[in-house]
Each structure stands twice: as C-alpha cells, then as structure tokens.
T-cell receptor
C-alpha cells in the first residue's frame, strides 16, 4: 500500500550540480505532477503529465526538466542547480479530473 | 492565472471549539474543491472534497461551498490539539484538466 513514493527524502547540492528526483505511484493513476512548496507561497506546479507519454509545463518550469518514463514513474531533473531552487518538492498523482491528488512524502532540497 | 486566497493565520482556537477556515477563488466555473491538511514537515493529505453548493459533512469536518460568492470553507467541530496543522484549499478550474490550484494555506493552532 505504498501510494506515491519519492526519493531521495533529503538532498544538499552545490550550485551548478545536477540531480534527478524520482517519483513512482502504484495506484494506476493516469496523471502525475511535480510541485514545489516555499514558505508563504503555497504549492506551485512545475510540470505535469496528464497521461503516459505526455508532459507539459506548469507555473514555474524554468530550470527543470521531466520524464514520464512509464505510467508509474515521473522524474524531475535539475540540470544546473541554483540557490533559488532550494525548496520542498512534492510529487503527486490523480486518477482523473475532479478527483484530488495523492502526494508523496516530499524531497527537501538545499542548494548551497 | 487562477487564484485561490486564504488567510495565512495563524488561527488560534481553544480545544473543543469550532475552527472556521475560509477560502476564496477567482475562477467562476470551477467545479471541484478540496481541503488538504498538512502537518509540519509532512506532505498534504486530502481530508475533504466538495462539488455542489451547500454543506458536506464527514465526522468532525464540514465543507461549505457557495459558487455564487466564490468561496469555500471548512469547519472543524470539537477541535483537538491534533488538528493543529496548515490547511490548504485547492480548486480545479474546468479548463485546467486535472490540475489543481492551491492557496498558500491557513495555519491552525488548537490550544489545550
């Protein structure tokens, strides 16, 4: 009964380093999302995938790329990390429109 | 950009009281509305969804929706210290497909 699994849970990067955040769901959901959460700013959508094989930009896509590897997995890549990308990152999934999301446990990323 | 507004709080209520959390949204044709609870350092957890005008009750929680006035509220009866968390309002504008727009959240503190 895992739901949405994110790895890693914590990460510290140096400016300019790259990394990939992994997300997998076992609920057979079609749609998957990547959000970042910053104090006072709520959850902001970075990228989403409405279904396997499709990805689209959200509100704050600059500096990120994504891959929907299959129906289960949706990864987020930071090619050249910047201090402004210090945040908590959440992956989420949903079955269809009108149904709320299930969130992963989050990745706390610090870029120094 | 669709907007969802919440008072950031903190809202402080004594144990056993009713906590009232409010949310307004800008998109007139939104159809689905959600309340998430987020404990400090944890991921958001879906606690209520509402789709029609009026009230929806689930245990100690009641969600209220008024589409004409574009607001949705969450009432928590018999508030407990364990209810202390940040409550996020989320709206699903029809033209956004599966995507949700989140408010920044209201911090609730229940004092024993």
């Amino acid at each position: 009964n895992a739901g949405v699994t994110q790895t890693p849970k914590f990460q510290v990067l140096k400016t300019g380093q790259s990394m990939t955040l992994q997300c997998a769901q076992d609920m057979n959901h079609n749609s998957m999302y990547w959000y970042r959460q910053d104090p006072g700013m709520g959850l902001r959508l970075i990228y989403y995938s409405a279904s396997e094989g499709t990805t689209d930009k959200g509100e704050v896509p600059n500096g990120y790329n994504v891959s929907r590897l299959n129906k289960r997995e949706f990864s987020l890549r930071l090619e050249s990390a910047a201090p402004s990308q210090t945040s908590v990152y959440f992956c989420a999934s949903s079955a269809r429109q009108g149904i709320g999301y299930t969130f992963g446990s989050g990745t706390r990323l610090t870029v120094v | 950009q669709k907007e969802v507004e919440q008072n950031s709080g903190p809202l402080s209520v004594p144990e056993g009281a009713i906590a009232s959390l409010n949310c307004t949204y800008s998109d007139r044709v939104s159809q689905s509305f959600f309340w998430y609870r987020q404990y400090s350092g944890k991921s958001p957890e879906l606690i209520m969804s509402i789709y029609s005008n009026g009230d929806k009750e689930d245990g100690r929680f009641t969600a209220q929706l008024n589409k004409a006035s574009q607001y949705v509220s969450l009432l928590i009866r018999d508030s407990q210290p364990s209810d202390s968390a940040t409550y996020l309002c989320a709206v699903n504008p029809v033209e956004y497909g599966n995507k949700l727009v989140f408010g920044a959240g209201t911090i609730l503190r229940v004092k024993s």
